[in-house]
């Protein structure tokens, strides 16, 4: 059975740093993308960072570049997502999730139960 | 690419069939795929690839187009279908999501 157990989100101050992580289980992590896709209160989704299965390339909206970075710890089964210059609007459930493919073109077929970040003074 | 969903919301009946749309601002072949959200719930794969169902989802769901228009088709709503639905394109990164369209009880 597939697993994605994301741990990290809480609260955090306007500018501040934090690391989400999210341990999968269940499948050949290294044979499939990842990604992070958020969803602020009451809002749709918003796909955030995304990771090809070797980790070798790496993709980010333009609302975060220059301050998320996500990676993968293949040895370890765990996609981490780097937040910093964190701000208001990015307070939001974030999701780890699977793709059906290696590249992240199939389709999100699993997602973790999300961990809320809550960015305010 | 910038997805757009229509209708945002849906007003329909038990058993009634609907149809919504996701058009996207250029060319996606038929990289897109469809997923249902119920409050306070992570969103479920429906579709992918345009048209090919999901292992475990219901026959009543059908999905079609190619190229930036595309449609979702529940020929026979139930009960458990009101929720959310977002389309999301995978032709090119960033890949983004439609703003969705949420199906209410009439």
């Known amino acids: 059975e597939v697993q994605l157990v994301e741990s990290g989100g809480g609260l955090v101050q306007p500018g501040g740093s934090l690391r989400l992580s999210c341990a999968a289980s269940g499948f050949t992590f290294s044979n499939y993308a990842m990604s992070w896709v958020r969803q602020a209160p009451g809002e749709g989704l918003e796909w955030v960072s995304g990771?090809?299965?070797?980790?070798?390339?790496?993709f980010h909206a333009d609302f975060v570049k220059g301050r998320f970075t996500v990676s993968r710890d293949t040895s370890k089964n765990t996609l981490y997502l780097q937040m910093n210059s964190l701000s208001a609007e990015d307070t939001a459930v974030y999701y780890c999730?699977?793709?059906?493919?290696?590249?992240?073109?199939?389709?999100?077929?699993?997602w973790g139960q999300g961990t809320l970040l809550t960015v305010s003074s | 690419i910038q997805l757009t969903q229509s209708p945002s919301f849906l007003s329909a009946s038990v058993g009634d069939r609907v149809t919504f749309t996701c058009r996207a601002s250029?060319?996606?072949?038929?990289?897109l795929a469809w997923y249902q959200q119920k409050p306070g719930k992570a969103p479920r794969l429906l579709i992918y690839a345009a048209s090919t169902l999901q292992s475990g989802v219901p026959s009543r769901f059908s999905g079609g187009g190619s190229g930036t228009e595309f449609t979702l088709t529940i020929t026979s709503l139930q009960p458990e279908d009101f929720a959310t639905y977002y389309c999301?394109?995978?032709?090119?990164?960033?890949?983004?999501f439609g703003g969705g369209t949420k199906v209410e009880i009439k």
């Open positions: 990771i090809h299965g070797s980790g070798g390339s790496t």
């Open positions: 250029r060319g996606i072949s038929s990289y």
């Open positions: 999730v699977k793709d059906l493919h290696y590249s992240g073109s199939g389709g999100i077929d699993h």
């Open positions: 999301q394109q995978l032709n090119s990164y960033p890949l983004t």
